[in-house]
């Protein structure tokens, strides 16, 4: 299945469900100007330590993108849950179109409110949630077709609502696939430079094993040279005292090569006449 046919059963599938984080009485409009408080409720979600409800932009992309956000204690035992934004830290901007949406620690959306707007000051008429109410001063016919129209109207804004909040939940999960790949490559690419630095790092090691080889080589270079130096100083010390002049009469003589002389008898004996 192509993740557009995915997207498509999963909105089909969607109107039905209820989303496990619910905000409840959004306006569509808030003042800028004074401390922004949103409630919601929990469906079939406990949280965690690391939640958030974040103020998003509307068109958002990743889940990082969002302007300011709240912690949501996990300690908390109610099925409803309120957080406050400081009107100090709200964007003060009154033409773009914003929502929240309650992030888990693992960045994971469980619910999205519907859009609404910042504006200078409060507005003077009080601002309705969006429910559905029934005239009183109608006729009963008329008032069970007004409210049949009314809860077709809501439903439709609900429908809407749902689509949107589901394409922000695909988003997210998108956006957390591209992180996941980024991941993945930065490890990699943190092991390739690993392998670079140990290769360095043996040359480095290489390198100071010969540096260490030539140390003891100089020193045995130099060793022998300032004995060598220590010899010359003697030789030349000795040869300006004279002590090297060989004196030729002082040799003694070869003593002679001892010969043996024997008598040998030279008397040839008579011969007669």
């Known amino acids: 299945m192509s993740e557009t046919d995915r997207a498509s059963c999963l909105e089909t599938s969607f109107v039905s469900m209820r989303p496990a984080v619910e905000f409840l009485d959004v306006l569509d409009q808030y003042p800028y100007s004074e401390d922004l408080t949103f409630t919601f409720a929990f469906n079939d979600y406990t949280p965690q330590e690391g939640d958030r409800v ?3 932009k509307v068109g958002w992309s990743f889940v990082k993108d969002y302007i300011v956000f709240e912690w949501v204690s996990a300690e908390t035992k109610s099925a409803k849950y309120s957080v406050v934004f400081n009107k100090h830290i709200l964007p003060k901007n009154n033409v773009e179109i914003y929502q929240i949406c309650y992030i888990t620690a693992e960045n994971e959306i469980q619910g999205a409110s519907s859009s609404f707007q910042f504006i200078s000051e409060k507005p003077k008429a009080a601002q309705q949630p969006h429910t559905t109410t029934v005239p009183n001063n109608c006729a009963p016919q008329f008032n069970l077709q007004t409210n049949r129209d009314d809860e077709i109207k809501q439903l439709k804004e609900e429908n809407s609502m749902l689509k949107g909040s ?15 790949e980024e991941m993945r490559e930065l490890k990699k690419t943190v092991g390739d430079l690993k392998i670079v630095i140990d290769v360095h790092q043996a ?12 140390v003891e080589d100089y020193k045995k270079l130099k060793l022998e040279t300032v004995k060598l130096e220590k010899k010359l100083d003697k030789l030349k010390i000795r040869k300006g005292d004279g002590k090297d002049d060989i004196d030729i009469d002082a040799l003694k003589s070869i003593p002679p090569f001892p010969f043996i002389y024997k008598t040998y008898d030279f008397t040839f004996p008579r011969v007669s006449k």
């Open 166 to 180: 589901l394409k922000l939940i695909i988003a997210g999960q998108n956006a957390q696939k591209t992180v996941a």
């Open 54 to 56: 974040a103020i998003y």
């Open 203 to 214: 040359e480095i090691d290489t390198l100071k094993s010969y540096i260490r080889e030539g």
